[in-house]
């Protein structure tokens, strides 16, 4: 079965900094999706960015990026000039492709507080 | 033009009454799910729908009992409600079809508190 570990329970970072989360999975499969999801203090969980795992290239949205290292099954992110409304559990999540497959696994989160 | 909405958002009751709470999404997906988020924010799927046929259905108690009248919409009844089913209870809906990304969507999310 497929697992989701993301180690860091906390973390913090200056106004304007950059910070990386981690995530790292467990899978036999090739071929999956990745996802990073946003919860701020409002509740509401929102994508933050996505990788299709037979796809090379790092994903980009603007301020967010991922470092995926699918040998590693790593599938970090890093929030560059981090602002004050970057603050929020983020949980990183996995999707199988294979047919007939609809769960999703998420991650525990991580706390990212943004430090004025 | 809200993608996935759930009513209520909030939701106070007593030990042993019935509730249900209500989600619908307009984003033309086929599968829907139900998830629980406990206080230290850890996300439990409890229940899913494809097409309007029950496809997961997680370790929850008989209390609880999904149903979806159509492919847009997905209820969730609880009976007997206990006081460790407080808890955020999340909508989400995605294509379950290969050939796209699966992006999942998800409500706004009810706050369901038993007293």
């Known amino acids: 079965a497929q697992t989701v570990t993301q180690s860091q329970p906390e973390m913090s970072v200056q106004e304007a900094e950059t910070v990386t989360l981690s995530c790292t999975y467990d899978?036999?499969?090739?071929?999956?999706?990745l996802f990073w999801y946003k919860q701020p203090p409002s509740r509401q969980m929102i994508l933050v960015i996505r990788q299709e795992a037979y796809k090379q290239q790092n994903a980009t949205e603007n301020r967010f990026s991922v470092n995926f290292q699918k040998a590693a099954k790593s599938f970090s992110l890093k929030i560059s000039d981090s602002q004050l409304g970057d603050a929020a559990m983020y949980f990183c999540?996995?999707?199988?492709?294979?047919?007939?497959?609809?769960?999703?696994?998420f991650g525990t989160g991580t706390r990212l507080k943004v430090l004025a | 033009d809200t993608a996935v909405s759930q009513t209520p958002k909030y939701l106070v009751t007593q030990m042993g009454n019935d509730k249900s709470i209500k989600c619908e999404q307009n984003l033309g997906h086929d599968t829907m799910y139900w998830y629980k988020q406990d206080s230290k924010k850890f996300l439990k799927i409890m229940f899913s729908?494809?097409?309007?046929?029950?496809?997961i259905n997680e370790t929850v108690p008989n209390r609880f009992s999904p149903k979806s009248p159509d492919k847009a919409h997905l209820n969730l009844h609880i009976n007997s409600l206990e006081l460790g089913d407080s808890a955020v209870y999340f909508c989400?809906?995605?294509?379950?079809?290969?050939?796209?990304?699966?992006?999942?969507?998800f409500g706004p999310g009810t706050r369901l508190t038993v007293t």
């Open positions: 989400a809906s995605s294509k379950g079809t290969s050939g796209y990304s699966y992006e999942q969507y």
């Open positions: 999540a996995y999707r199988s492709v294979s047919s007939g497959t609809y769960k999703y696994i």
């Open positions: 729908y494809n097409n309007k046929e029950l496809i």
């Open positions: 899978t036999s499969e090739s071929d999956y999706y």
